[in-house]
């Protein structure tokens, strides 16, 4: 079973680069990393997938090493509008057994 | 990317009814949805795969005469908590893979409160 690995929290200022990494030691070669943002009372909501190397977007960057162990969502000049709860998921569509949460990350930025 | 839609989004009701939530695919056909419960200050917990036309999977410990699933339609699936008591309020959460460049993205609907007083 896939698991995943993100600390619990982290605290940023308006303006910084926010980095969050997240452990996949399990993954499988058809697996797709993706990172999700949730908002109290709301659904997480897609930021980007990737599969190996980098992927960027018009919100983020992820970064995956070459071995895919690990994967880091970088948001560039974070606002206070980026305080949240990001969570990253392994896995692909017909292996539905790996869709688990892990503990995501809560993120604070401060002004 | 592709849309699911979830509602109601919110509700409360008496201990000992019943409480549909229904989950969508706006612009796409979804065979598979999957619900999420999910706590304050927690993580989701996957509860069960509903799969179009056949009967829903649930994970270890989630109660299926409990949470009943219905997924008559490639667009529809809804979520039935039978009974319902206070321990069952949470947010519960539906989502369903994306199709064609979306195929490997998991999109999720807006969540469900219930409060059952």
């Known amino acids: 079973l896939a698991k995943t690995t993100q600390p619990i929290s982290m605290d940023s200022y308006e303006g910084q680069e926010v980095n969050i990494t997240c452990s996949h030691n399990n993954i499988a070669t058809n697996d797709y990393i993706t990172w999700y943002q949730q908002f109290p009372s709301q659904g997480p909501r897609f930021i980007i997938q990737g599969y190996k190397t980098k992927v960027t977007n018009e919100v983020a960057s992820l970064f995956i090493p070459a071995d895919r162990k690990s994967s880091t969502l970088s948001l560039p000049r974070v606002s206070l509008s980026d305080t949240a709860v990001y969570y990253c998921l392994v896995g692909d569509r017909y292996n539905t057994d790996k869709l688990i949460f892990g503990t995501g990350t809560r993120l604070q930025v401060f002004p | 990317g592709a849309v699911v839609s979830q509602h109601p989004s919110w509700v409360i009701c008496k201990s000992g009814t019943s409480v549909k939530i229904e989950c969508r695919s706006l612009?796409?056909?979804?065979?598979?949805m999957f619900w999420y419960r999910q706590f304050p200050k927690q993580s989701l917990m996957l509860m069960a795969t509903?799969?179009?036309?056949?009967?829903?999977?649930?994970e270890q410990g989630v109660e299926k005469d409990k949470f009943l699933i219905n997924h008559a339609s490639l667009t529809l699936s809804t979520l039935t908590v039978t009974s319902a008591h206070p321990e069952d309020s949470s947010f519960y959460i539906c989502?369903?893979?994306?199709?064609?460049?979306?195929?490997?993205?998991?999109?999720f609907g807006s969540g469900t409160q219930l409060s059952v007083l």
């Open positions: 612009d796409f056909q979804a065979t598979t």
């Open positions: 989502s369903a893979y994306g199709q064609g460049r979306d195929n490997e993205k998991l999109f």
């Open positions: 509903s799969n179009e036309g056949s009967k829903a999977t649930y």
